[in-house]
């Protein structure tokens, strides 16, 4: 799991767009894991959001992922 939860936070890091959705990330993941299942990258995905380092981003419909602090993604 903590190959999975690096390998989301470099794509984070590295991407220009500020949130994601959840095929963005296991796109990415795969590339890097290609073994990983989608289940596991959901629970390292939301692992990283209870250690505070990644956000949800609600579009009402739609929940996107954000990197903590990068873009308008905090609540003000």
Avoid: C, W
Wanted: glycine share 6%; charged share 35%.
């Amino acid at each position: 799991m903590e190959e999975i939860k690096k390998a989301i936070l470099d794509f984070a890091e590295g991407s220009k767009k500020t949130k994601f959705y959840f095929s963005d990330i296991a796109k990415a993941v795969h590339k890097i894991l290609p073994d990983a299942k989608s289940r596991e990258i959901k629970k390292a995905a939301t692992a990283l959001i209870n250690e505070e380092k990644l956000i949800y981003f609600s579009l009402g419909s739609t929940t996107m992922y954000g990197l903590k602090g990068r873009g308008i993604t905090e609540d003000h």
